[in-house]
């Protein structure tokens, strides 16, 4: 993770957030988000995505629930 690039890893996962959750208006799991940054090119660890949805989390832009014991639930909050 490069934090000196225009389009950094954090921002490639709140686009496909927002793209997947259709602006907000429906919240979508962590494996849907995976395979979105997948065919997007985008590879990265799960201990980065954690990361990443920890670091949009605590800005405002997404919620993150637990919806099984495995998987977590993404709403996004902010429309930006």
């Given at each position: 993770?490069?934090?000196?690039?225009d389009?950094?890893?954090v921002?490639?996962?709140l686009?496909?957030i927002?793209d997947?959750?259709?602006?907000?208006?429906q919240?979508?799991d962590?494996?849907?988000l995976?395979?979105k940054?997948?065919k997007d090119?985008?590879k990265?660890?799960?201990a980065?995505?954690?990361?990443?949805?920890?670091?949009?989390?605590?800005?405002g832009?997404?919620?993150v629930q637990l919806?099984?014991?495995?998987?977590?639930?993404?709403?996004?909050l902010?429309?930006t």
């Amino acid at each position: 993770m490069s934090i000196w690039s225009d389009d950094t890893d954090v921002n490639r996962v709140l686009r496909a957030i927002r793209d997947l959750t259709l602006n907000g208006s429906q919240a979508i799991d962590e494996q849907t988000l995976v395979s979105k940054l997948a065919k997007d090119g985008v590879k990265l660890s799960p201990a980065d995505l954690s990361k990443i949805l920890l670091i949009l989390e605590t800005l405002g832009y997404i919620s993150v629930q637990l919806s099984t014991k495995e998987d977590r639930l993404i709403k996004l909050l902010k429309k930006t």
